[in-house]
């Protein structure tokens, strides 16, 4: 929208736009020290270089401040009353939606055993007290520069995950699949005892498993009737369209295997690329298993719902035809028979 000034009239745009005349902030530091003299030191000297900064007195304010303003970085000094320095550092590093964010703590010279326990705790860097200026704000540039870089990743993943959501959308039929998906696949890694990466990966792959049927046509993802045979061959690209969606992402290197390969079996006549037995990653196979589970369980336009116990046996003929690992289908329906399925949306066979 034009104004008189032929410049552009940013009260239609949303409050939470900057106007372009502000230059963005280069990034946001919290300072914690309960000594009010550093703390206005170190205030002052990255207000020069154009950082936002707020502060704190202790750790457990520090958590607080962390959680309210969501710094690039936070440089904290090791010794304060209450929860001291080791102890927020480790409740940030420990804490998924905190441990990206770069923790400084400010340490005496020479102090071999409190940079081991701030090894210990999580922490990225040291700065010793009393401080260089030219070493903080070198330190300070280096670490949020690399935060920037982690958060522009983060937006390319949940753009990515928002598009997933999207297809979802697309179509009213498979409403909650992907959650339940990412609920059932990581409930599943957890009973085989995967480890935490491993879980993410599974819970992520729910997601984004079928984000390929972004190119797939309506008239085909939409079709309320069995597809044709060569609707099936275009269906079947979603595999490979959906990995080359998640393109060279680092954060998306343990899904892309979902993605491509959670179609195959393990006799060689699934797809995209017939791979058999073990060649067929086991995330791709234990998203397999749930991806079928979810399917009966979930009433189509074309046909009804099965229960959970039907679906049980589907899953065992499967496994003698010789497309599934046995012993995933059994803990699979295991943790099922045990209620230990998490109950995610508006699964059709709940109620048996
Ligand atoms: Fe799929």
């Given amino acids: 929208m034009s104004t008189d000034s032929g410049t552009v009239d940013d009260t239609a745009l949303p409050q939470s736009w900057a106007p372009l005349s502000t230059p963005p902030s280069i990034g946001r530091i919290l300072v914690v020290d309960d000594v009010g003299g550093n703390v206005s030191l170190i205030t002052a000297l990255l207000c020069r270089d154009g950082y936002l900064v707020s502060s704190a007195t202790n750790g457990h304010d520090a958590l607080k401040a962390v959680a309210r303003d969501h710094p690039d970085l936070v440089l904290m000094d090791v010794r ?34 409190d940079r081991i326990r701030g090894i210990e705790a999580g922490a990225d ?19 949020v520069r690399i935060k920037r870089y982690t958060d522009e990743l983060d ?33 599943l890694g957890r009973a085989l005892e995967l480890d935490g990466d491993d879980i993410a990966a599974l819970h992520r792959g729910g997601f984004l498993h079928d984000i390929g049927k972004v190119g797939i046509p309506d008239a085909i993802l939409l079709k309320p009737a069995r597809l044709t045979p060569d609707e099936y061959e275009t269906m079947k690209r979603h595999a490979i369209i959906g990995e080359r969606l998640c393109g060279e992402l680092r954060s998306l290197r343990r899904v892309k295997p979902i993605v491509r390969h959670h179609h195959e079996r393990l006799d060689g006549s699934g797809y995209p690329d017939r791979l058999k037995g073990d060649a067929i990653p086991l995330f791709a196979q234990i998203m397999g298993i749930v991806d079928v589970f979810d399917a009966l369980t979930t009433a189509r336009p074309y046909k009804p719902a099965l229960t959970a116990a039907r679906a049980y046996e589907e899953l065992q003929i499967e496994v003698r035809r010789g497309w599934r690992r046995a012993d995933l289908v059994e803990q699979f329906e295991r943790l099922g028979r045990e209620n230990r399925l998490p109950r995610v949306g508006s699964r059709d066979a709940w109620s048996d």
């Fill in 155 to 187: 937006t390319a993943e949940s753009v990515i995950v928002s598009l997933a959501l999207t297809i979802e959308a697309r179509d009213r039929s498979t409403e909650g699949h992907c959650q339940r998906l990412a609920a059932y696949a990581s409930a």
């Fill in 80 to 113: 304060m009353p209450g929860l001291d320095g080791f102890d927020a550092c480790e409740a940030l590093k420990t804490n998924p939606a905190t441990r990206l964010i770069p923790v400084v703590l400010m340490t005496a010279q020479q102090d071999t055993e």
């Fill in 125 to 143: 860097d040291f700065i010793t007290k009393p401080f260089n200026a030219h070493e903080l704000r070198a330190r300070i540039r280096s670490l």
